[in-house]
T-cell receptor, first 113, second 116 residues
Framework: DVKVTQSSRYLVKRTGEKVFLECVQDMDHENMFWYRQDPGLGLRLIYFSYDVKMKEKGDIPEGYSVSREKKERFSLILESASTNQTSMYLC????????????FGEGSRLTVL | AQSVAQPEDQVNVAEGNPLTVKCTYSVSGNPYLFWYVQYPNRGLQFLLK??????LVKGSYGFEAEFNKSQTSFHLKKPSALVSDSALYFCAVRDMMTGGYQKVTFGTGTKLQVIP
């Protein structure tokens, strides 16, 4: 059974804190993605990685960075969390994006106070 | 950029009735379209895709979607709704990023409520 695991389901952080969100997939997928989900806005792509140590900016990369040191692991980093980064963060992985079948983790709900 | 629109924030349907969740698309070239479902407090799950071929696409859990090129629509359907179908449904489209990389762009989502 394929699996994408996000390290934390719920986090509460304070403004200015550094936040790490980790994602691990066990399907040997090349492509991994970080989205944020907000009501009325759907899912918006933050960053994308197509290989180890490779990354590309998505639609809303400001305030975020990523790390992919191993194929199975893709981390999202908020260097200095702000209240407008309170959101649900979803990690996904896939083999062939052309056919659109992404596998998602269960999400990490981040609250920044 | 390619995009999809979901005109309804919420759809209510009685259990046993047919359901339709609407999606329209705007693409240049041939559209690659998808539907995903999100159950409460869960990640998204892939339901079905249209790449080419038959305009009626069958997917998981008894869902199907009808591709209509003239109306630029890709509506999700099910003949008989179940209470367990209550969830958030996302239409999506393959899109291209700067540098030629592909991504999946999602609509804003439609909440389906099936009433017992």
């Amino acid at each position: 059974d394929v699996k994408v695991t996000q390290s934390s389901r719920y986090l509460v952080k304070r403004t200015g804190e550094k936040v790490f969100l980790e994602c691990v997939q066990d399907m040997d997928h090349e492509n991994m993605f970080w989205y944020r989900q907000d009501p009325g806005l759907g899912l918006r792509l933050i960053y994308f990685s197509y290989d180890v140590k490779m990354k590309e900016k998505g639609d809303i990369p400001e305030g975020y960075s990523v790390s992919r040191e191993k194929k199975e692991r893709f981390s999202l980093i908020l260097e200095s969390a702000s209240t407008n980064q309170t959101s649900m963060y979803l990690c996904a992985s896939g083999v062939n994006i052309a056919v659109g079948e992404l596998f998602f983790g269960e999400g990490s709900r981040l609250t920044v106070l | 950029a390619q995009s999809v629109a979901q005109p309804e924030d919420q759809v209510n349907v009685a259990e046993g009735n047919p359901l339709t969740v609407k999606c329209t698309y705007s693409v240049s070239g041939n559209p690659y379209l998808f539907w995903y479902v999100q159950y409460p407090n869960r990640g998204l799950q892939f339901l079905l895709k249209y790449i080419t071929g038959d305009n009626l696409v069958k997917g998981s859990y008894g869902f199907e979607a009808e591709f209509n090129k003239s109306q630029t629509s890709f509506h999700l359907k099910k003949p008989s709704a179940l209470v367990s179908d209550s969830a958030l449904y996302f239409c999506a489209v393959r899109d291209m990023m700067t540098g030629g990389y592909q991504k999946v762009t999602f609509g804003t989502g439609t909440k389906l409520q099936v009433i017992p």
